[in-house]
């Protein structure tokens, strides 16, 4: 298996621009998680997903952001107007229940 | 919510020597407890991990240590090889998936 696929790798936007991060997990995981790190906060997680129902989405930091998983091979966040303080690395992650936990390699976002 | 304390913050050693980081948590009941090594433009990959039921585990040259009364666990590498530098997490959690990571540690190995 290619392991955990995010896209975009890398994402510069403006301010009030909807920003779509996309990521496929691992063929067979059950659970998905979105996780956000940056220097100040370190890793966060947002949300996560068991066979592609929200479970936990209290860390979501507020309205502007969403996360979907229409099947169990896709998910989306999305983050709807972007704003500065949004910059950071956002990963995806993937796994069995009580299993490892497979991160992707992340997508960086840039807000300016 | 879990409270992950780790340190040090920075950690530079000598190929060869051994390097310790050390973490706290406040929730006693987590019964879950991973290190994550993450290396530069890349996700966070497990390097071994621990459960409650256990006080010590090893994989060749890493090794973690659990103390549940003192709700405190250690990463020990051990003959440090330039390949360990990286940011180190440790984490923990009472269900194995909402896991709260700790700061990270960066380990440089000096040659």
Redesign the interface.
Known sequence: DAGVIQSPRHEVTEMGQEVTLRCKPISGHDYLFWYRQTMMRGLELLIYFNNNVPIDDSGMPEDRFSAKMPNASFSTLKIQPSEPRDSAVYFCASSFSNGELFFGEGSRLTVL | GENVEQHPSTLSVQEGDSAVIKCTYSDSASNYF?WYKQEL??????II?IRSNVGEKKDQRIAVTLNKTAKHFSLHITETQPEDSAVY?CAASFN?????????TTVTVRA
Do not use: H
């Open positions: 991973p433009g890349k996700g966070p990959q497990l991990d997490f194995d998936y909402k896991l709260s990571f700790g700061a990270g």
